[in-house]
């Protein structure tokens, strides 16, 4: 209720000093998510040092969007709130040693390096319209191939500003600049980083087990996607993490009826290449292999991926490739503490962009309307990659994710959701993962 009057006292203010007040107000909405959110992840076999975690949470996501004001140029304000609390958790399944990491599975560690028995965030955006192209400035959750905002129990926000355009048909361009991201298990804001330049051991606290980051505080992105048919997409992306690395993206999205069904194709690529700092000194170096042993250097890599998917009635099965060619891994933002990318092979405890890994994944859906059971659905994935370089042989790794889902079709309880997720991942790499997840979500829409 806090950030809702906080929001509106913002709004009034805004209506008073341009006096074109409608719209504003009503079409203004807020909407509450209540998620509870339950993981098991069992971590106790592998080369890596073992460990178990076993958390239970409940969320509150509250979201306020307004309208915009009349006029040339509208302005309005979008707010978010968070709020996590822990319903079950202890020292022994947070898994995070006094001074060690910045969160658990869940929730974020105290300074005894338990889970906090609570944590909560606001974030405020302002924002501007004028004829079809938006402004934003503030907090930002963008959903794009070169930055996908991840969530847990609640969302990973970032801060900067962003602009958004569909001023023509079927063409829609984004540009922004990113400088802060507040993880899904933080109350923190911090810079932007890779894989390999965080999570290090702090040469100045030797007897401790604490890490530190190198970090970036400005990730700049643009490109658009464009829908040249009704059946074919095409979307190009460009991204520069300061010091770290550059990126283009290529994808094309593609459906076609065949037979009784349809067959669709989502083809992705990305080309990644060294910035600044990251191409000579090692606090900005990315993971990969370099041959004769080295196992961090610069940025060089290409990731492509196929996924082709063929829906008929209520079944969809699908077959897809991927491969890494270069000397480091695939990059995405990642600060280590938890997040999202857009590869065809994210998965619950993998993602499949080692260097040198080629992949193969096997997926298949069933919605359970088509036996007189609606709201029900299953999903099961498989992927297995090899050829992984390392120091010592070609790595291998596999994965099996499986989700049983169910969401409320109708009465006083309509919208919610039920969905229990098991995964396997096995790997020549790191430790071994078992995990299960149980999430309920329940939408409430406010006004």
């Known amino acids: 209720m806090t950030l809702i009057k906080y929001s509106t006292g913002i709004l009034g203010l805004l209506a008073i000093q341009n006096g074109m007040a409608a719209?504003?107000?009503?079409?203004?909405?807020?909407?509450?998510?209540?998620?509870?959110?339950?993981?098991?992840?069992?971590?106790?076999?592998?080369?890596?040092?073992?460990?178990?975690?076993?958390?239970?949470?409940?969320?509150?996501?509250?979201?306020?969007?307004?309208?915009?004001?009349?006029?040339?140029?509208?302005?309005?304000?979008?707010?978010?709130?968070?709020?996590?609390?822990?319903?079950?958790?202890?020292?022994?399944?947070?898994?995070?040693?006094?001074?060690?990491?910045?969160?658990?599975?869940?929730?974020?560690?105290?300074?005894?390096?338990?889970?906090?028995?609570?944590?909560s965030s606001v974030g405020m955006t302002l924002k501007a319209l004028v004829s079809k192209t938006e402004f934003r400035y503030g907090t930002l959750q963008p959903k794009l191939p070169i930055l996908v905002a991840s969530d847990r129990l609640v969302l990973q926000t970032f801060q900067g500003a962003q602009i958004e355009s569909r001023e023509i048909d079927n063409l829609t361009l984004t540009a922004g600049r990113i400088d802060k991201v507040k993880e899904r298990g933080s109350t923190d804001e911090e810079g932007l980083s890779i894989a390999g330049s965080n999570a290090k051991l702090d040469p100045t606290n030797p007897?401790?087990?604490?890490?530190?980051?190198?970090?970036?505080?400005?990730?700049?992105?643009?490109?658009?996607?464009?829908?040249?048919?009704?059946?074919?997409?095409?979307?190009?992306?460009?991204?520069?993490?300061?010091?770290?690395?550059?990126?283009?993206?290529?994808?094309a999205l593609y459906g076609l009826q065949l037979g009784p069904g349809r067959l669709t194709s989502d083809i992705r690529h990305w080309d990644n290449s060294s910035d600044g700092r990251n191409g000579n000194d090692p606090d900005?170096?990315?993971?990969?292999?370099?041959?004769?042993?080295?196992?961090?250097?610069?940025?060089?890599?290409?990731?492509?991926?196929?996924?082709?998917?063929?829906?008929?009635?209520?079944?969809?099965?699908?077959?897809?490739?991927?491969?890494?060619?270069?000397?480091?891994?695939?990059?995405?933002?990642?600060?280590?503490?938890?997040t999202t990318s857009y590869f065809m092979t994210e998965t619950m405890s993998g993602k499949f962009q080692r260097a040198g890994e080629r992949a193969w994944q096997l997926r298949y859906a069933y919605d359970f309307a088509g036996m007189g059971f609606p709201g029900w659905s299953l999903k099961t994935v498989y992927t297995n990659g090899d050829h992984i370089k390392t120091a010592a042989a070609d790595g291998k790794e596999w994965t099996r994710?499986?989700?049983?889902?169910?969401?409320?079709?109708?009465?006083?309880?309509?919208?919610?959701?039920?969905?229990?997720?098991?995964?396997?991942f096995r790997t020549d790499m790191q430790r071994d993962t078992d995990e299960y997840r149980v999430i309920i979500d329940y939408p409430i829409s406010l006004f």
């Open 23 to 119: 719209g504003l107000i009503e079409d203004s909405h807020a909407t509450l998510l209540a998620r509870n959110f339950y993981s098991n992840a069992d971590n106790r076999d592998g080369a890596a040092a073992p460990n178990y975690t076993q958390e239970w949470g409940q969320g509150f996501i509250l979201n306020f969007a307004s309208g915009f004001t009349q006029g040339p140029v509208g302005f309005g304000v979008d707010a978010v709130g968070m709020l996590g609390i822990k319903l079950d958790s202890g020292k022994g399944v947070h898994y995070n040693p006094t001074g060690s990491a910045r969160q658990g599975n869940i929730f974020p560690t105290d300074g005894d390096g338990r889970a906090v028995d609570d944590f």
């Open 207 to 251: 007897g401790l087990n604490t890490t530190r980051s190198t970090y970036s505080h400005e990730f700049w992105y643009g490109g658009g996607s464009y829908k040249a048919t009704p059946d074919l997409t095409l979307q190009y992306y460009y991204a520069n993490l300061t010091n770290f690395y550059k990126q283009h993206f290529l994808g």
């Open 284 to 338: 900005y170096f990315s993971t990969g292999y370099y041959g004769n042993g080295v196992t961090r250097g610069k940025v060089d890599s290409r990731l492509t991926s196929g996924l082709f998917t063929y829906t008929l009635g209520a079944h969809a099965v699908s077959a897809g490739y991927q491969q890494v060619n270069g000397s480091s891994d695939a990059v995405w933002l990642n600060e280590g503490a938890g």
């Open 401 to 424: 994710d499986t989700t049983l889902a169910y969401v409320v079709q109708s009465g006083p309880a309509k919208g919610l959701s039920t969905a229990v997720r098991q995964g396997v």
